[in-house]
């Protein structure tokens, strides 16, 4: 997710009485805003990049399956998201937001680098009516091909449509044919090197949480309250944000391709590192900004305490990824009380704490507001359960999206020059930068005309517009070739409709909140928004899950049936989400009438 610029309360008077030609400004704003844009440029660098290659790094470099892949993926995406709770209130109570920015940029650099340390490819075998077969991998013509070594023999491995595997001997024939299920392909894995890469995301989930919240906050103390320019300041600042991916999400899979995963995730860290530099050595730029509470007459500074006791999360979180890649599989006719037993605990303190959450502050809000305060309650809510549906297929983009440019994509260039799978995250962030601008000033067009759509019709279609996206790549696979590989142009298209409904929903979401909620509960309001979107990446891996494909030593053993995988579960998802968008569309007006008058 290329994150976007909130929408504040638009026209504010200017009671700041700043008149900007009488300072040192930056395009008419203050000079710091510099240093804050590149500060967050240079980190969304850095974990953008790494989240370019952090699939494909599991599946080819670890050998892990689907399944385990692209839910360890879920699971840290979600914790990213989970952790500026914390983070953010540590930083307003006790460290100041300049202090936990840099702690927060220390231990993502650290945790990049950490993932440089892969140690050698894994080693594929696998398992064939539960005798244990070692996989040798032959290269010719740039065509990889696996083959289970039985003796002297090489038996080449052919995945069929009905589940079936079926080994060749050298002539072509079928030598063997393996039942469903009783084919399984593994990996021999050093444990101190997986330890390492779970370390190194808990790291990363541990310092995103500190960063994160704490840098938007020190743009913010840039404006007095009233401030015309604030808003404008945010847009810039964003734009940072979309630099950074933009640039990362094409270097960074270029170095892993060319000269190793090491090199991709060193790149990451530099430009972690060169955030915290920013950051560290402002030159006195920065000098009362983002500086601690105040604290009384010997009460001591609780700083050091609070950078240790945070690195408990690190443990904590490599209990929770570990719980996560050891979960089996809900038992088939289980029903959806296994599926929930099944789940890890992960998951289930996730759904528990926003299945639990929801329902408790609208019974709150019933108990302690007015009917008007309880209808907008209400409206934010329904939105926000309508927000999850939305991330949770938008972020198919770091999963099973990149695993179909990886298997499914003709990833050539006009027949110029190839991008790798990694490199096609790259047209999120591109279409964001094209057409932000366009977005906003169709918006702001619209609204003097008094014509602009409703926050809950936007949501609407937003839903239509991403179930259209993976419905506009499925007709495209149509067209696809005896390799079976879809045109990069239908990927592109899927990111371009993505990226179009991505900003008729993003920038809206938190002014949303900030203007629906009850006041004394705000703070908590938004702690709820960033739940949702954090149960939205555990789901989102959840169905990356459903569209997993039975790989040999990290390579799909049938095209077709990968391909034919892939296209029924974004045939699917897509039918879904646009069915939602069309009922949240019928619903709008009654949902509107809840805002009562909140655009």
């Known amino acids: 997710m290329v994150e976007t610029p909130t929408a504040d309360t638009p026209r504010e008077p200017d009671i700041s009485h700043v008149n900007p030609a009488s300072e040192a400004t930056w395009f008419g704003h203050p000079r710091q805003l510099a240093r804050l844009f590149t500060t967050e440029m240079w980190e969304r660098f850095g974990f953008y990049g790494m989240r370019a290659l952090l699939t494909l790094y599991l599946t080819k470099h670890f050998l892990f399956g689907d399944r385990a892949a692209t839910g360890l993926y879920g699971g840290f995406t979600a914790l990213v998201y989970l952790t500026p709770l914390i983070g953010g209130y540590l930083a307003d109570q006790y460290l100041g937001s300049k202090r936990a ?253 926003f299945l639990v959450g929801v329902p408790a502050i609208l019974a709150w809000s019933w108990a302690k507001g007015s009917r008007t305060e309880f209808q907008m309650m209400l409206a934010a809510m329904v939105l926000i359960v309508f927000n999850v549906v939305f991330w949770t297929l938008f972020e198919q983009a770091g999963s099973s999206l990149t695993l179909f440019a990886d298997r499914n994509t003709n990833l050539s260039i006009f027949g110029l020059f190839s991008i790798s799978a990694g490199q096609t995250q790259f047209f999120n962030a591109f279409f964001i930068v094209a057409f932000a601008p366009v977005m906003a000033a169709m918006w702001t067009k619209l609204a003097a005309a008094g014509r602009e759509p409703s926050i809950p019709i936007k949501f609407g279609i937003a839903l239509i517009g991403v179930g259209a996206g993976f419905l506009f790549l499925v007709f495209g696979s149509r067209f696809v070739g005896p390799d079976f590989k879809v045109g990069i142009w239908w990927l592109a298209g899927l990111y371009l ?95 509107k009438k809840w805002m009562h008058g909140v655009q």
């Open 497 to 591: 409709i993505h990226s179009l409904a991505e900003l008729c929903i993003s920038p809206v979401g938190l002014s949303m909140i900030t203007k629906l909620s009850i006041a004394r509960i705000v703070g908590l309001m938004m702690g709820v928004w960033f739940l949702s979107i954090s149960v939205a990446q555990y789901v989102a891996g959840v169905v990356a899950q459903v569209a997993s494909v039975e790989t040999v030593g990290g390579q799909v053993t049938n095209l077709k049936v990968s391909l034919d995988t892939y296209n029924n579960v974004f045939w699917t998802i897509g039918i879904a989400a646009a069915l939602i968008g069309v009922a949240l569309l019928a619903l709008s007006p009654l949902i």
């Open 101 to 353: 920015v840099k702690f927060g940029a220390l231990l993502m650099a650290l945790g990049y680098f950490t993932l440089c340390f892969g140690g050698q490819t894994a080693t594929p075998y696998a398992m064939v009516d539960g005798q244990r077969y070692a996989v040798a991998i032959d290269e010719r013509a740039g065509v990889e091909t696996r083959y289970v070594v039985d003796g002297a023999q090489k038996l080449a491995i052919r995945g069929n449509d009905d589940g079936t595997v079926s080994l060749l001997d050298p002539a072509g024939a079928v030598a063997r044919t393996v039942a469903p299920g009783a084919f399984q392909s593994e990996g021999d894995r050093s444990p101190l090197h997986v330890a390492l890469m779970l370390l190194a995301l808990c790291m990363v989930s541990v310092g995103n949480g500190f960063f994160k919240p704490n840098i938007s906050t020190m743009v913010g103390e840039l404006y007095a309250p009233g401030d015309r320019r604030r808003d404008t300041g945010f847009t810039i600042f964003y734009m940072g944000i979309n630099l950074g991916s933009l640039f990362s999400q094409l270097l960074c899979p270029l170095l892993a391709t060319t000269v190793g995963w090491w090199a991709g995730f060193g790149l990451a860290a530099f430009g972690m590192l060169f955030s915290w530099f920013l950051i560290q050595f402002d030159g006195g730029r920065l000098s009362g900004y983002g500086e601690p509470p105040a604290r009384n007459a010997g009460q001591p500074d609780r700083a050091l305490g609070i950078y240790a006791a945070s690195l408990i999360g690190v443990p904590i979180f490599y209990l929770l990824f570990t719980n996560l890649m050891n979960a089996p599989e809900p038992v088939a006719g289980s029903g959806i009380l296994g599926y929930i037993l099944a789940l890890p605990l992960m998951g289930k303190l996730l759904f528990g704490t």
